[in-house]
């Protein structure tokens, strides 16, 4: 990781708020390192219940505003409470954060500078993304005015002016959990506000890898455990669910992303429900959250 940034060179215009459920230590570490960065930062904890006092005691203590929030009212919801927060101070950038999240010493500055440009060459940014995650390019929507576009940033590590904010609002909180983050870039992007990608990037994972496995045998690839990336079987609830109740908002601007996008979630879902264990509770939850999707119902969901 690079060295600290000079304390002297901290962002005052730029405030970052990172949502937490259920924390681990790393937390604080990664408080700490926006905080080399940054003069503002808030945690928002999003409901996660007891035992994780001294956790958000050291984020504090190590600089950042702790907001906690009374029960678990989603990524979306987190976030406003978070951006609401932050934007008390003057500022004129919110990047958010996920939990697990650490960004490299300069990351912060690159996406500041990515804005700039774009603005100079005559662009407004609605949001900006890092090129890079983890070492793989991000998706690119072709340039304008020499300033790279990109399509569907992830939240996580995401800058958005306080501008876009004013322009769009908040984040979609109905959604509770995914496609939040896609939901606010195709609002932004039929607003007239591109997302521009910036020279960087950090880690992030998304899902789990376990084994593949059909009728109690591993597969076997190349005499290596072949690896299928799932998420928690609830969260299909929601990845449907939001994928219907976001498609029916855009299919008529963007009816080939709607398309494309049902397509590759039942794909997945129909590879992940051959290979990979746990089967029945995902088939079950993707079907509840198609029916709920269908009936236009958001918000979080008593899955039980």
């Not at 954060?97 to 996406?111: G, K, N, P, W």
């Not at 992830?154 to 904010?165: A, D, E, M, N, R």
């Not at 072949?226 to 994928?243: D, M, P």
Request: overall charge neutral; proline content about 5%; glycine content about 10%.
């Amino acid at each position: 990781m690079p060295p600290e940034i000079d304390p002297s060179k901290r962002l005052n215009n730029v405030a970052a708020v990172v949502t937490a459920y259920r924390p681990t230590s790393h937390l604080v570490r990664n408080v700490s390192s926006l905080l080399g960065q940054l003069t503002t930062v808030v945690v928002v904890d999003d409901g996660g219940g007891p035992g994780f006092d001294r956790i958000f005691e050291d984020a504090a203590d190590a600089g950042a505003m702790v907001l906690r929030l009374e029960e678990n009212s989603g990524i979306a919801s987190a976030l406003n409470a978070g951006i609401d927060l932050a934007r008390k101070a003057p500022i004129d950038y919110i990047i958010t954060v996920d939990q697990d999240s650490l960004l490299t010493a300069e990351y912060v500055h690159r996406l500041v500078e990515a804005a700039q440009s774009a603005e100079a060459a005559g662009i407004t940014p609605g949001l900006v993304s890092p090129a890079r995650i983890h070492g793989n390019p991000v998706k690119k929507a072709g340039s304008k005015s020499g300033i790279q576009l990109g399509r569907e940033p992830i939240q996580s590590g995401l800058l958005i002016p306080v501008s876009t904010l004013d322009a769009i609002g908040n984040f979609w909180d109905g959604l509770f959990i995914d496609l939040v983050d896609t939901e606010y870039y195709f609002r932004a992007l039929d607003a007239g506000l591109p997302t521009v990608l910036a020279d960087a990037e950090f880690d992030h994972s998304l899902g789990t890898l376990v084994d593949a496995n059909i009728l109690g045998r591993d597969i076997k690839l190349q005499d290596r455990p072949l690896k299928v990336r799932i998420a928690a079987s609830w969260r299909y609830y929601y990845i449907f669910r939001n994928r219907i109740l976001v498609g029916r908002r855009y299919v008529k601007a963007h009816p080939g992303w709607v398309a494309s996008g049902l397509f590759l979630d039942m794909r997945h879902l129909v590879f992940v429900s051959v290979l990979a264990p746990g089967r029945a509770a995902r088939l079950q939850s993707a079907l509840r959250g198609t029916i709920d999707g269908l009936r236009g119902r958001s918000g979080r969901a008593h899955l039980g």
